[in-house]
Structures are given as C-alpha cells and as structure tokens.
C-alpha cells in the first residue's frame, strides 16, 4: 500500500513540477509570473484539441508547448516591454487561460461524436503506464521509478536540463544576474531585454505541457473544462518551497502530490483527521520552508532581488 | 490612428445596427410559429448552475438537458431562456447577483440548480414576491412562491447497486463520494447502492473516499486510484465528473456513473448510471407557473414519476443483471417494494430502522447519517 501511495504521488505530482520548474526559469530572471494556471490552461487545451485531430503524441506535445509559449509571450510583451505591472498581468493571464479554454471546450465539444471529446484508444495506449524493461523488474524501486508513463520521465528530466542550465552554465549564470541585478547585468553587456524574453517564453512551454498531462493523462481521455482547476497555484506556492532550485522541485513537487493524495490513502479506521486537514497541508509545510529559510539568513534560497519589479534602464 | 479609430467605430455601429435587425426578425418569425398568445412570449425563465451545461456530463448538463427538454415541451424561445452558468454556490453575494440579473431580464421564474442557493433564493423570494423560485436539492419553502424539488435518486442507486453486487470479481466495489456521513444526500444514496449490492452479492463490501467537493475532476481521479489500488474493481459514485470512470476503464475495471448516461465516456467501463429526467419537473412547474396555477409545494418524485431512473445496461454488464434489475424496478414503481424499508442495520452494528418499518422523507432527505452495514470508510 505505501508503494502505491508513494506512486500515485508521483503522479500527481507531476503537473506540479512542470508548472514549478517553468515558473522558476521565470522568477529567475525577475518576472513573477502569476500566470501559470492560465498557460497550463492553454496548453491543455491545445494539446488535447491537436491529439484530438491528428491522434500523434509528439504533436499534442509540441502543441501544448506552443500554447503555453504564445500565453508567456502575451505577458512578455506586456510586462518586459510595455512595463506593465507584473502581478497584475500575470492575473490577467490567468483569467484569460482558463476562459481560453473554456470557450474552444465548448466548441470542441459541440463539434465532437455525442458531445464527448475522446481521443483515440491507440492514443492513451501511448501515452500509458509502461514497465521499463529490466529495470521496472526490480522490487520497490522498479515500480516506483521505472514503471510511469513517458510524460513523468520528461518532467524530470527538463526539470534537470533547468537546473543544470541554471547553476553550472554561463548563459544561466546571465539569466541569474539579470534575475537579481538587471541594471549589473546591464552594464555587464547582457541584453536583458532578450534575456527575459527567452526565459519567460521557454517557462511558458513548460507549463503548456504540465497542463496537457492533466487534459490527456489524468483526464482520462476526455475533456473537461476545468481541467487544470488550481494545479497552477499550487505550483506558485511550490517555488517558495523549493527554494527557486529546479532540482528540490522535483522533489518539493512529488511531496506536495503526496500531501494531496494523503487522505485517500491513510484509513479513515487508523487515523481520522478531517478531510480540510490534508488540503491545508501542502501549504502550512510551505509556511514552515519559509520560516527555516528566514531563520538560515542566506541569500541562496531566497527569492532573486528584483524578481515582480520591471527594469527601467534610464533610472538606473 | 485617429482615422483608424473613427474606421472602427463606423464598423462596430454598422455590426450592432445588423445584429438587431437579425434579432428582430428572428423574434418575429418565433412568434409567428410557436404561440399567438403574448403574454406567453414574453413569459421568461432563469436557470442557474453551479457549473457549466456546456461539458457534456454532469450534473449541470444533466439539469440543462432538463431546461432544453422543457422548452421544446412548452414551445418556448430561446431568448425566453435565461442562463447563469459557474454561479459559486458556496457565494451568498454571486448567487444573490446572479439571481438579480435574470429578475432584471424580465424572468418571472427562476430554477438554481444548487444546494447553497436555497438561502439566498429563499430571501429574495420575500423581497421580489411576484418572481416564483424553485430550489433544487433543498427543503425548504414558503408556500408562496418558494420551494424545493428533488428526487427518490436513492432507488435508481440501489439498481445500480445491483449491476455492480453481480459485477464484482474482487468483492471489493468502491464508491467515491463528494460528501462525508454528514451529508444525508450522499449518505443515503451510498447506503441505498450499498443495499442493491448485498441483495445480490452477501459478501461484497462497499469502500468509500470522500473528496469533499461537489466538482472537482483531479480530487475525484484520485480518489477513485486509491480505491481501485484498495483492489476495487467496480467504482459507483456521487460526484459531477466522469473521473471515476475514466480511471476505472483505463485500469481495466468497472464503474457505475451518476446523473448523465457515462457509457458514451467510458464505453469499454461503464454499467449502467442513476440518471435525472428533470424535465419531468421543470416542463410541470413551467407550464403551472405560465397558467397561473403552481402550487407552490414541495416536490420529491421518484421513480414512478419518471424524475429519475438508470441508463440503459451496457454489454459490460455480468449475465442476468436486466433481469434482476426489472424485477425490482417494477416493484419499486408499483410502491411495493421500499428501498429504507427495516431492518436496517448500520457499520457500527446499530439498528438504524426497525423490522416492519420505513424511513420517512424527511429522514430520508436530512437524516440518514449512518452508513450501512457492508460499507467500509478507508
């Protein structure tokens, strides 16, 4: 049994770590993107609507990025060069993501067989759980890490390119600078402009993708238009527990699937909590991170210096 | 830039001037073809959902099928429909608006589909005493222009209970529920599918997870994966979305859906559903409250009546489950078999109703926060 706990976990939390490591690539160049839930919304849609039409994995994928991108490129555009204030835009985006899918749902539906959007038997077959050979054999451990669906293994691993990226190479090491100094970074001779353009744009991808794994995956094969309902705050929260590091993400991500699929898999004849008690668990847990890391007084988990606050070269 | 904007206006003027020639002569061909009474034209109704009709299953589809069935009834227009969808009925202050917003359309009746605008509709009734208002799932009433209308789903789930008692391999049948013990909707819908799967199957025990929320596609998907990792391999439930469905088929396994027939979602998983024909209810009320006659009381049908019944058996169903399920079915229609009919024994051992006896309807609708004997809460 805690076996299958610890992998329904997992699972479910893998939007979490898509929408995590993505808003962290953006908070590292200093935009707070508040935006996730409205991304993940456009990328669920489009990345189911694609793997509706064209039944091919690879391009529901690709589609859920490109969506997810188009929606950071809306708030890049707004936020980097028009200034606008970030929380505000990022609100919007929100707002705008999930009606966004709100309204192409709805005409999905309309123009499906009985109403129902189902993408293909073949298609969901792909994108199933799969032992890994040899290695899912191995007692515990293969169950756990090799026995998950493919999408799980690329969230780790594009959870792993970013963290790489950001701490042991030279272009991470800009996109850093700008995140905590843009007027340095500057006056260093890095485009800050471009920088944050391609960070914000590329995080817009990954979060396009966390929402098609809800759409394709955890929904089963149908689509419903609240699919996403809230996955993307949680990943908000998510950042501050992870201390802004791509790699506790993966595993701040899996422990805050763990919280939510807690009460389903303590017995309710063992130990009766209130079922409110699990949902507030995720977030007291990140109080608690937040205090430890106050408390520790390093700048190392902290949140980078001019991360919500627009650059203005001419008052530099 | 000036000139372009002059450009735009000149074309928004041009596309509203259009919009309401279309509309009119739209209105007026409806009058021509559907009634020559005017009053009946005019006649407008307000629906308010807590969720969106528009996905297909569900509760609020389930609901707004009732509306559309209604209308064509009753011959009415569409513009003579007014609906509120994503109303939050957890909200006094949005469903208070929402509400307001169709009393301002011009509707003379109004439907909320939810449990938590029973307070609020019940206060705007006092102030608004010429617009009629009927709360779906509720008790109360004001004997004016004020009621509740649900139905006995409790007998459909107790077919369902059946299909599922014959289903099961693993003797193990899940059920995810929305809310816990304290809720008698829930409660006692769980008991009655409870009851339809010991009449068939003694040694199955029901497995319960409660998500806490009427609508939430992620929670119920979960849960229904740790019943199904409990070793469930039939999953009923009282919850809005297909989830439990979904997660039962790609496993391999079986379900029983509620409110919309889910076999057209899960085909190679579903059973059969405990559906809602709530076009019984809203085409009467419509058509009293039209004429001037609605008398106001308070609705509770069931099977009998049409309001509820279950989806048509699908072939994942075990051999012999239609002709069990009709035998019963007859006899709930012809009164005489009651589903909250002694003894009835609960999962602590209690008696919660005496041999010979049966649980009244206001029990049934707001006390049954007992579990029955084959149910096992994890």
């Known amino acids: 049994m805690i076996i299958k706990f610890l992998f329904a976990a997992i699972k479910a939390g893998v939007p979490l770590l898509f929408g995590t490591t993505g808003e962290i690539l953006s908070e590292k160049v200093g935009n707070l993107n508040l935006g996730v839930e409205g991304m993940m919304f456009m990328g669920a849609f489009c990345g189911f609507a694609v ?5 091919n994995v690879f391009l529901a994928i690709l589609a859920s990025a490109g969506a997810g991108m188009l929606g950071a490129l809306l708030y890049a555009v707004l936020t980097v060069t028009l200034r606008a204030n970030q929380n505000v835009t990022g609100l919007t985006l929100t707002i705008f993501g999930s009606g966004f899918a709100s309204f192409f749902g709805e ?87 471009l920088v944050k353009y391609i960070h914000i744009i590329i995080s817009g991808g990954i979060c396009g993708i966390g929402g098609a794994y809800l759409s394709i995956i955890n929904g089963g094969g149908v689509w419903n238009n609240s699919c996403v309902n809230g996955q993307g705050w949680i990943a908000v929260a998510l950042v501050i527990f992870a201390g802004w590091s791509p790699f506790k993400a993966i595993l701040g991500s899996f422990v805050f699937g763990g919280f939510t699929v807690l009460q389903f898999y303590i017995p309710k004849s063992t130990v009766n909590l ?14 608690f991170v937040l205090v430890v890391n106050s408390m520790q007084k390093s700048k190392k988990h902290a949140q980078p210096a001019s991360c919500g606050e627009n650059y203005y070269r001419e008052e530099r | 830039m000036k000139k372009v904007k002059r450009l735009l206006a000149v074309l928004f003027v041009f596309t509203m001037l259009l919009s309401m020639t279309a509309c009119g002569t739209k209105e007026s061909e409806k009058e021509d073809s559907t009634s020559s009474n005017s009053a009946d034209s005019d006649f ?11 996905d297909g299953a569900g509760y609020s589809y389930t609901h707004d099928q009732g509306i559309v069935a209604m209308q064509q009834e009753l011959g009415l227009s569409d513009e003579q429909i007014i609906r509120k969808n994503n109303v939050a009925d957890s909200d ?52 004016t222009n004020f009621n509740n209308y649900f139905g006995r789903i409790y007998q459909a789930r107790y077919l369902t209970g059946i299909a599922a008692g014959l289903k099961t391999k693993t003797n193990k049948v899940g059920y995810v529920a929305a809310m816990g013990s304290e809720n008698s909707e829930v409660t006692g819908g769980l008991d009655a599918f409870a009851m339809g799967v010991e009449s068939v199957n003694p040694d199955a025990k029901v497995y ?65 559903a405990a559906v809602w024909n709530w076009g019984v209810y809203y085409t009467m009320t419509t058509k009293a409250v039209m004429e001037g006659n609605w008398n106001c009381e308070n609705y509770f049908g069931g099977m009998a009546d049409g309001l509820v019944d279950i989806s048509p058996l699908s072939d ?42 049966v649980l009244d309807d206001a029990t049934i609708t707001g006390g049954i926060n007992w579990y029955y004997r084959n149910v096992v809460v994890q």
């Open chain 1, 51 to 55: 793997g509706y039409y064209t039944d």
């Open chain 1, 107 to 193: 005409l999905l539906i309309k123009n499906s067989v009985d109403g129902t959007p189902k993408l293909s038997s073949d298609f969901v077959a792909g994108l199933a759980e799969k032992s890994i050979p040899v290695l899912g054999k191995i007692p515990v451990v293969g169950k756990l890490f090799f026995s998950h669906n493919p999408i799980v293994y690329l969230a780790v691993f594009i959870a792993v390119i970013c963290g790489v990226y950001i701490k042991y190479t030279k272009s991470g090491l800009n996109m850093r600078a700008v995140g905590e100094n843009p007027a340095t970074a500057d006056a260093a001779g890095i485009n800050v402009s």
């Open chain 2, 316 to 357: 994942n169903c075990a051999e012999g489950t239609q002709e069990a399920i009709d035998e019963v079915k007859a006899k709930i229609v012809d009164g005489s078999f009651q589903v909250f009919e002694g003894e009835l024994q609960d999962n602590q051992g209690n008696i919660v109703c005496k041999d010979g006896e």
């Open chain 1, 274 to 287: 209130p079922n409110a008690f699990y949902v507030m668990l995720p977030f007291l847990v990140t109080i």
């Open chain 2, 92 to 143: 006094a202050a949005a469903t208070r608006a929402a509400i307001e917003e169709c009393i301002e359309e011009g509707c003379k009746l109004i439907f909320g589909t939810s449990w938590g605008y029973m307070d609020t509709m019940e206060e705007l009734a006092n102030e608004y005493p010429d617009v009629m208002f009927s709360h779906g799932t509720g008790y109360k009433s004001n004997g």
């Open chain 2, 44 to 54: 407008k109704v307000g629906v308010i959902h807590i969720g969106d009709p528009a």
């Open chain 2, 208 to 272: 319960v997870k409660v998500t806490n929320s009427w609508y939430d596609p992620t929670l119920e998907q979960q849960a229904a994966e740790a019943l199904l990792d409990l070793g469930c391999d039939v999953l009923g439930q009282h919850c809005d979305t297909t989830a439990p469905q979904l997660a039962a088929q790609n496993r391999g396994v079986w379900g029983c859906g509620y409110n919309s027939d889910m076999t057209k979602d899960a085909p190679e998983a579903h059973l059969t």
